[in-house]
Structures are given as structure tokens and as C-alpha cells.
């Protein structure tokens, strides 16, 4: 097992099984731990399964396991010993081996079914002796069949099973008799009464044929009824403060449920129930079901953390991102961080014209500054980074005395630092991405460094590019159009030579070739 999980899914039945599906597919690590203890081992088939009907009840499980594992899951056949809160979710023991981690918790343990203390029934059950006519009923349809009366829905029972056969017997054994309404209807629908308890259940070659009262009179039968009073596998669960409550059916008490909202959510932050451990009454198909809903809703709930948890470090890169110190880190945690040639619309837009004075701010390691000093361009290379700086120096001598000389390079933050106005007849910002307001600020103070005649270069990623696969930091604030930045020019003081989102090829993080977009914005000062 690895060591830690989005969800341990403690139960490996028809709604564990469904859950981890479901939770898999969501691309969640999901470990499925199944004690292997199914409650419907003993009968022959599952029933109103659509589109699995009849199928036996270890083909099913087999079938789901390859359906979890198929999609990344994991199963462990084992007992979770138990479960302790941790401060990012659970802690989960199984088998006495090291405790893996886990942020949520789905419990599917089932129920167990206490049978009445009758000689033989035990053995038979689930093959002969029935409880579900839903489940069995077609199965025994037109044959002899006898109702265990244990309690006040026994009447309820026989008559619910006169729909399958018209030789339905209700064996009072020790369950109250039927008043005078409830014996009318029983008579109406052909249903006999019989008194007195039931001693045991007889079989011969391995098939139910009656049973014996204690007069020792014996009465014939294909099928024995019983409706056991059912108790939710809730040890685990108690553990953590869910304690069962009574399960209730047409009014009457049939056992113990551990209670939980219609997703499946418990009154424990983080854990999930799913299956006959909170719904006795639910078939396979109904369990199946529970665990789909139960696993939508974890995933949900995983979802809606994560995005707390993004939007918490997306405020705090927003904080921090624009700092001398991010800068250094980033500049800091590899040998270099771009390609070192000059920015394609820089060199489209510039190479051919006079050289002058140039500003290039947010140089990073130099390559544009370089660029410009090898065409005759006096360069004055800006940036936040001491490293950066470094890096850009020592390419600028690697080019040659004669570019260097032709560099100057100075260490400012450009949220706080302001060119000489007028002094330069080109201003050039490569991917120079802020909040709005900062860059409209700084967009400012660089279109007032431009001398009269000279151009301002700005260039960044298009917000077209956030639809594709290429990798761009995702800050759709801080993303702008040519135009946008255009008409944020003091007013009559620029003739805009280029507005316009150009496209490049380029490659996504898979290698796959994207088209991405340039916002290019050329503006000559009057």
C-alpha cells in the first residue's frame, strides 16, 4: 500500500466497490480495503441488477474489482483495525501494518443479519430461506412457501408474498396473532394461518422441505421466510463518534442503522457511509448506487478544498510574485531560466532601424540587451534580480568588449523606479505582466521615457493563449491586447504603428505543436 490516499474506502461490497469506480474515475487514489465477509455469499444470483441479473454474487465482485482496479484503484483484501482524525484527514490501520493516510473516508461495511435461534435455518439461509421477495421471489414463484412470523410485519410479509404464489402459509411461531382485520385479509387472500412455534427446519438431500412444529406436527414447504432483525457493521464507525440509531420499516423496529444525509455524508466531517450499514432495507443495485452517490459527493467535497487551498496560494503568489526575493528564487533554482536568444517581436520590430539609446526593461539574464549593444544600440538593462543582472553581464562579455561597453545595467524594482522621462528612442517591455493597475502605472512612466520620434516597444502573451495547452502562468488579470494598452497611451502624444495579437508556432509541455499569440503594441511619440 502506498502511504497516503485521497479516499480509503473501508468495505469492498457492491457499494465500496461502486464508490472507488466512481472516485477512480475521477482520477482520485482510492484504496479499497474488503474484509471479505459479503452479506449475499450464500445465494445463487443477484436480482433486479439491471443488466446483471442472475449474475452470482463473487462474479460481481470480481467484475467491480476489475472495474476499480482498471481505473487506478487499489484493493487490499484485510480488516481496518482502526481510524484516528489526523489534521489532513484519517489515519487507517489495517491488519496491524503501517498506518496509510487518508483525506476522506467512505464506510460500506454492511450489516449483519441476527436469524431467529430456529434448528436448521442458520444453514439454509440465503439458498431456501429467504427474506427479500424481490430478491427471491420469482425464483420460488407458485411454490410452497412459509412466512416466519417474528413480529408485527409479519401479516405485511404474507400478504406481500401471496404476489409471487398462491401457497403462502404464515407460521406464527412467536410473533403476535393476527386481529380480526388482519386475519380477514389474510383470508381474502387465501394466506393460512398456522399456530404455534416453529421447532426446526427439516431437509432432506440437501433441499428445505418443511418445517416441524414443537407439537411435533409438520408442515410442508419449498421456501422459508424470514425477516431477521438486522445491526449495521458499526464498530469502526463508533469509534469515531457515529454511534447506530434505530432502523425503522412501515413503523416498526427491524434493527440498527448508522445515519447519514442522502449523499451519504455523516455528522463527522470527512466520512461517508454508504450501502446497508446506513440503509438496511437496500438491495445490490441500491447499494451500488448509494456508493455512486456517496463517491460524487466525496469527490465534491475534495474539490471544493482544493480550490480553497488554490485560491489561498493564488492570493499569496499575487503577493509575493512581483518581490526581489521570488525573483531571486526563481533566478536562483536553475543555471538559467530562458533561452537566451533575443524575443522574436523585439527583433521583427527593431532590427533595421537607426541605432540610439535603448531601454530594456525586465532584461532578465540579457538576451535582448546583448542583442541590441551587437546592432550599435547604447542599452540601459533593467531588472529586479541581482542574478539576473550577473548572468546578463557575463553574457554581454562572452559577446565581446564592444557590446558591453554598450550596456549599462541597473537594479530596480520597476513597481517603484521611474526612467528619465524623454530619454530614449526605444523603450522596449518583453512579457512584463502585472495587476492591472501597477501596469498601467508603469506602462505610464515608460511611454514618458520615450524621447520625441522614438518607439515604445510593449509585447506579452495574448490572453488568447490561455485557451491553449501551451504553459502560461494562469492570471487572466494580468493578460492583455495590444489595443487595450493602446488606448491607455496619453492621448494625442503617440501614433500606434502596431496593434495586434501575431502568431508564432510553439510547442506545449507535451511537445505537441500550438499556435500561440503575441499582443504587440509599437507606438511612435510625436
Same mark, same amino acid.
Given at each position: ?17 461502486a464508490?472507488?469506480a466512481?472516485?477512480?474515475?475521477a ?13 449475499n455469499?450464500?445465494?445463487?444470483? =443477484? ?18 474489482r ?9 484493493i ?10 489526523a489534521p489532513?484527514?484519517f !489515519? =487507517? ?7 496509510v493516510?487518508a483525506r ?19 444453514q ?11 430478491c427471491?421471489?420469482r425464483?420460488?414463484?407458485d @411454490? ?7 413480529g ?5 410479509q ?8 398462491? &401457497?403462502?402459509?404464515?407460521l !406464527?411461531h ?29 431437509? =432432506?438431500?440437501?433441499?428445505l ?14 421456501a422459508?421466510?424470514?425477516a ?29 442503522q ?17 450501502g446497508n ?10 447499494a451500488a ?8 459527493a466525496?469527490?465534491?467535497d !475534495?474539490?471544493?478544498?482544493e ?7 493564488? @492570493? ?20 538559467a531560466?530562458?533561452?537566451?536568444q533575443?524575443?522574436?517581436q ?14 530594456d ?8 540587451a546583448v ?22 553581464a557575463? &553574457?554581454a562579455?562572452?559577446a565581446g ?10 537594479h530596480?524594482?520597476?513597481l517603484?523606479?521611474s526612467?528619465?522621462?524623454a530619454a ?8 512584463? &505582466? ?12 515608460l511611454a514618458a521615457?520615450?524621447a520625441?520620434?522614438? @518607439?515604445?516597444?510593449?509585447v ?7 485557451r491553449?495547452t501551451?504553459?502560461?502562468?494562469h ?7 495590444a ?11 503617440f ?13 506545449d509541455?507535451?511537445g ?9 503594441l509599437?507606438?511612435? @511619440?510625436?
Amino acid at each position: 500500500m502506498d502511504d497516503e490516499y485521497d479516499v480509503v474506502v473501508v468495505g469492498g461490497g457492491a457499494a465500496g466497490l461502486a464508490g472507488a469506480a466512481t472516485l477512480a474515475r475521477a482520477r482520485r487514489s482510492v484504496l479499497v480495503v474488503d474484509a471479505g465477509e459479503p452479506r449475499n455469499a450464500p445465494a445463487d444470483g =443477484v436480482h433486479n441488477y439491471l443488466g446483471r441479473e442472475g449474475i452470482p454474487p463473487a462474479e460481481l465482485l470480481a467484475v467491480g474489482r476489475g472495474e476499480v482496479t482498471g481505473y487506478g484503484g487499489r484493493i487490499v483484501t484485510g480488516r481496518v483495525d482502526a481510524v484516528a482524525g489526523a489534521p489532513d484527514g484519517f !489515519l =487507517v490501520t489495517v491488519d496491524g501494518r503501517p498506518t496509510v493516510r487518508a483525506r476522506r473516508l467512505l464506510v460500506t461495511t454492511g450489516l449483519v443479519d441476527e436469524l431467529p435461534e430456529v434448528p436448521g435455518l442458520t444453514q439454509r439461509w440465503g439458498r431456501d430461506v429467504l427474506h427479500c421477495p424481490y430478491c427471491h421471489g420469482r425464483e420460488v414463484a407458485d @411454490r410452497r412457501i412459509g412466512v416466519l412470523a417474528t413480529g408485527p410485519l409479519a401479516v405485511h410479509q404474507a400478504q406481500l408474498w401471496r404476489q409471487w404464489s398462491p &401457497h403462502v402459509l404464515l407460521l !406464527l411461531h412467536d410473533g403476535p396473532a393476527p386481529d380480526a382485520e388482519q386475519a380477514e385479509r389474510l383470508a381474502a387472500r387465501a394466506v393460512t394461518v398456522v399456530p404455534g412455534p416453529v421447532a426446526e427446519v427439516e431437509v =432432506v438431500d440437501d433441499r428445505l422441505t418443511g418445517v416441524r412444529l414443537a407439537s411435533g406436527e409438520r408442515v410442508e414447504l419449498d421456501a422459508l421466510v424470514v425477516a431477521p432483525r438486522v445491526t449495521a457493521r458499526s464498530t469502526l464507525l463508533e469509534s469515531l463518534g457515529l454511534p447506530p440509531v434505530e432502523a425503522q420499516l412501515g413503523g416498526h423496529p427491524v434493527g440498527w442503522q448508522v445515519p447519514a444525509d442522502p449523499t451519504g455524508a455523516t455528522a463527522v466531517p470527512g466520512v461517508w457511509v454508504a450501502g446497508n450499514v446506513t440503509d438496511v432495507a437496500a438491495q445490490v443495485i441500491g447499494a451500488a448506487a448509494a456508493g455512486v452517490t456517496a463517491g460524487a459527493a466525496i469527490n465534491a467535497d !475534495l474539490m471544493a478544498e482544493e480550490t480553497r487551498e488554490a485560491v489561498a496560494a493564488y @492570493r499569496r503568489q499575487q503577493k509575493t510574485m512581483f518581490t526581489e526575493a521570488a525573483w531571486e528564487h526563481r533566478y536562483q533554482s536553475r543555471p538559467a531560466v530562458w533561452s537566451g536568444q533575443a524575443n522574436p517581436q523585439l527583433v521583427a520590430e527593431v532590427d533595421g532601424l537607426p541605432p540610439g539609446r535603448a531601454l530594456d526593461v525586465g532584461s532578465g539574464e540579457g538576451a535582448d540587451a546583448v542583442w541590441l549593444a551587437g546592432r550599435g544600440w547604447r542599452v540601459t538593462g533593467v531588472d529586479i534580480s541581482a542574478t539576473a543582472l550577473r548572468r546578463a553581464a557575463e &553574457h554581454a562579455r562572452a559577446a565581446g568588449a564592444q557590446v558591453a561597453e554598450l550596456i549599462e545595467w541597473t537594479h530596480a524594482d520597476l513597481l517603484r523606479w521611474s526612467p528619465a522621462p524623454a530619454a530614449y528612442d526605444l523603450v522596449s517591455a518583453q512579457f512584463l &505582466h502585472l495587476p492591472t493597475q501597477p501596469r498601467r502605472e508603469v506602462f505610464a512612466r515608460l511611454a514618458a521615457a520615450v524621447a520625441p520620434g522614438g @518607439r515604445l516597444l510593449i509585447v506579452g502573451h495574448h490572453p488568447w493563449d490561455l485557451r491553449t495547452t501551451a504553459r502560461r502562468m494562469h492570471f487572466p488579470e494580468m493578460m492583455f491586447t495590444a489595443e487595450q494598452v493602446a488606448e491607455e497611451l496619453p492621448a494625442g502624444r503617440f501614433e500606434v504603428l502596431v496593434a495586434q495579437a501575431r502568431p508564432r508556432p510553439g510547442l506545449d509541455p507535451q511537445g505537441r505543436e500550438v499556435v500561440i499569440h503575441d499582443a504587440v503594441l509599437v507606438a511612435r @511619440r510625436r
